[in-house]
């Protein structure tokens, strides 16, 4: 598997994190970690334009298997009736050798 990662930047988290909605500024107008860092069992709030906000919680990472889960946890896009929406992130090669590509797992917790 040729997939390499993005190295953490040594500059400011939320210099990081606001990046992202300057790239899609239609999807998200605040990013920020309210506890920890990234890490598992850190929390991320986003201020989004669908979405008055939401709260993530980082589940797990592992950078060796490029896989990323993280669970919303709280805010609008649980409509008041789930505890939480789970989401499983891993890139993956295409068995013929083409491009890598993600696959999404989603698991909803009523």
Same mark, same amino acid.
């Given at each position: 598997?040729?997939?390499?990662?993005?190295?953490?930047?040594?500059?400011?988290?939320?210099?990081?994190?606001?990046?992202?909605?300057?790239?899609?500024?239609?999807?998200?107008?605040?990013?920020? @970690? &309210?506890?920890?860092?990234? *890490?598992?069992?850190?929390?991320?709030?986003?201020? /989004?334009?669908?979405?008055?906000?939401? =709260?993530?919680?980082?589940?797990?990472?592992?950078?060796?298997?490029?896989? @990323? &889960?993280?669970?919303?946890? *709280?805010?609008?896009?649980?409509?008041?009736?789930? /505890?939480?929406?789970?989401?499983?992130? =891993?890139?993956?090669?295409?068995?013929?050798?083409?491009?890598?590509?993600?696959?999404?797992?989603?698991?909803?917790?009523?």
């Amino acid at each position: 598997m040729n997939l390499r990662l993005l190295q953490q930047s040594h500059r400011p988290r939320c210099s990081r994190l606001n990046l992202i909605p300057k790239i899609v500024p239609q999807a998200f107008k605040c990013v920020e @970690y &309210i506890e920890g860092n990234g *890490e598992p069992g850190s929390i991320k709030k986003e201020a /989004e334009s669908q979405f008055n906000y939401m =709260k993530q919680k980082v589940e797990a990472l592992d950078k060796e298997n490029f896989v @990323y &889960i993280y669970s919303v946890i *709280e805010g609008d896009a649980l409509m008041n009736k789930l /505890e939480k929406i789970t989401y499983e992130t =891993k890139l993956e090669d295409y068995p013929d050798g083409g491009d890598p590509y993600a696959r999404l797992l989603v698991s909803i917790t009523p």
